[in-house]
């Protein structure tokens, strides 16, 4: 099974740095995803990380550490509209490959 | 192109009715997901699609809930005999495989409230 962890809640300013963190126990690993939510909206992708390292979007990066099961998005320049819900989910290995979600991290970007 | 969409958005039910969700994929995705959303909780899986096929129904919580997609397009979320625990955004997603570095594109979701 899988186990995703991130924190609930996160506030930063506006124009500050972000770094929403997630650790996973899975029995097999395949990739992991970044989503943003807003309130009320469907998810929307961010970024795909299966090998090590940081993968760099614009304002967003995200961070993969496969021996420690870890995982980051990094989010630069933050703007009021990044205001959202993050969820970082895990894919497993096998199979179609099914996709875990984590509970998310609501961010609240303040002036 | 059109993305995923869901009738109807909104849906307020009578605890022991009948609902039905829709989905409509991105034309041609071979891979279909019912998720399950409860207010501050991520999505949770209900049910996977490959084309017509129903290949995981492990998320389903009861047997009141029932999903189809008879041609391998359009899926239908059925649930019996709502009950409140039932009251949660529904949210659909499709793919263009479900494999590999695949991305599952997600609709607006139904919001179902049972009273």
């Known amino acids: 099974g899988q186990n995703i962890d991130q924190p609930t809640e996160m506030t930063a300013t506006e124009g500050a740095i972000v770094q929403i963190n997630c650790t996973y126990q899975t029995s097999g690993f395949n990739g992991l995803f970044w989503y943003q939510q807003h309130a009320g909206e469907a998810p929307t992708f961010l970024s795909y990380n299966v090998l090590d390292g940081l993968e760099e979007k614009g304002r967003f990066s995200s961070f993969l550490s496969r021996s420690k099961g870890y995982s980051y998005l990094l989010l630069k320049e933050l703007q009021m509209k990044d205001s959202a819900s993050y969820l970082c989910?895990?894919?497993?290995?096998?199979?179609?490959?099914?996709?875990?979600f984590g509970t998310g991290t609501k961010l609240q970007v303040i002036p | 192109g059109a993305g995923v969409s869901q009738s109807p958005r909104y849906k307020v039910a009578k605890r022991g009715q009948d609902v039905a969700l829709r989905c409509d994929p991105i034309s041609g995705h071979v891979s279909l997901f019912w998720y399950q959303q409860a207010l501050g909780q991520g999505p949770e899986f209900l049910t996977y699609f490959q084309n017509e096929a129903q290949l995981d129904k492990s998320g389903l919580p009861s047997d009141r809930f029932f999903a189809e997609r008879p041609e391998g397009s359009v899926s239908t979320l059925k649930i019996q005999r709502t009950q409140q625990e039932d009251s949660a955004v529904y949210l659909c997603?499709?793919?263009?495989w479900g494999q590999g570095t695949d991305t599952q594109y997600f609709g607006p979701g139904t919001r179902l409230t049972v009273l």
């Open positions: 989910a895990v894919r497993a290995s096998g199979g179609y490959q099914k996709v875990t």
């Open positions: 997603a499709s793919s263009e």
